[in-house]
């Protein structure tokens, strides 16, 4: 606490010396964005028909339940007493924002993604299972919940009610990261935060970052596996990425041209904050690593006729940096809505320790594990398309 007061400018309110929100949960909205922008690609092939974009279609699935499954973990290790957390499922309060993100969660894992990939996966599993023997027979079949007609008119229903799921998918996914616009946006005491903008900024970052990852995953793999990238399918995402990022900058912009021209009480201190503290993380992480360059990166694909290498090497550069800048976004929502006073007279600090509870190295664990879950998953739900490749062709052989 010395070292923060010996660091805090100007006139802060006790209870604000001290950030209450920590780095995790700057990475809650940030992995809830990237399984809605996930989920919202795969929906282009099931949904909206885009043929391209199929080689990425299970692949995006199976990321976006990988980060599903860590979405709730930083909340859970902010909380001080995490097995309370049940409660909300108990005593349920409908006018709590935070508390409802439970039932959206449930509803959007149990209800509509999980339901999807098995109803995409049944057949695999169906055929797996008899294929097997032992232990993983019995694991195939009791992932298959005692199905085991795959019958054309079977399928056909598989696929019927797959599309109706996704379709119910699209609007749960803009609510399970709308959602989370929204509690930044309808917190009227920090200024940074309140905005009618917040909700729809949010979601479209969201896509944004969802496409990045499921871009940057499946050309890591593809390459892991030795196989050909399809850059029908490659130019194709990445286009819808450099569309999403088009409309999530303009937003953001339209944003900060409505605060500079409305310039209220608030405005001389988010001023003072990105001039001074935020502005390695907003102006040069955000917006020129992680919003303008690869903004252009992506555009020069579009302008130009490159090879196919030098489209691979700009769409990897790209993918990384909006994944960066869509962070330092998060951050500079979460921390820099708490590093200045509901005064605007006083401004503190951030200090991120290392292998604390809510520090530096917890946070790093729960960036690796979705991609430790997602390795988990395609081992047992293998998502690639040719059937003909001895990759696909060897679970049948076990």
Known sequence: MDTLLAQVQGFMYPNEIELQWSVLIVLYPYITGLVAGAFILASLERVFNVEAVKPTYRLALLTALAFLLVAPLPLQLHLGHPERSFEMYLTPK?????????????????????????????????????????????????????????????????????????????????????????????????????????????????IVSGIALVMLVYMTVSWLRGTTIDMRCLDTVARYLFYAFLIDFSLEMLDLVHRMYEADESFKSLDFMVKTRLFGSQIVIQIMLGTLLPIGLLALTQLLRLTERARKGLYGVAGVLTLIGIFAMRWNVVIGGQLFSKSFLGYTVYKMGFATREGLLPAIILMILPFVILWALIRILPPWLGRSEPEAAAPSEG
Do not use: C, Q
């Open 94 to 206: 409908g006018d709590s924002a935070m508390a409802m993100f439970g039932f959206v969660y449930l509803w959007y894992l149990m209800g509509v993604l999980v339901i999807e990939i098995w109803l995409d996966y049944r057949k695999d599993i169906v055929l797996k299972a008899r294929s097997s023997t032992g232990l993983v027979r019995l694991f195939y079949r009791v992932l298959a919940l005692g199905s085991d007609n795959i019958s054309p008119r079977a399928l056909e229903i598989d696929e019927r009610v797959g599309r109706f799921v996704t379709v119910v998918g699209i609007p749960s996914a803009f609510l399970l990261h709308g959602y989370v616009g929204f509690i930044f946006g309808s917190v009227k005491a920090n200024p940074w935060w309140s905005t009618p903008l917040m909700p729809v900024v949010f979601l479209f970052s969201a």
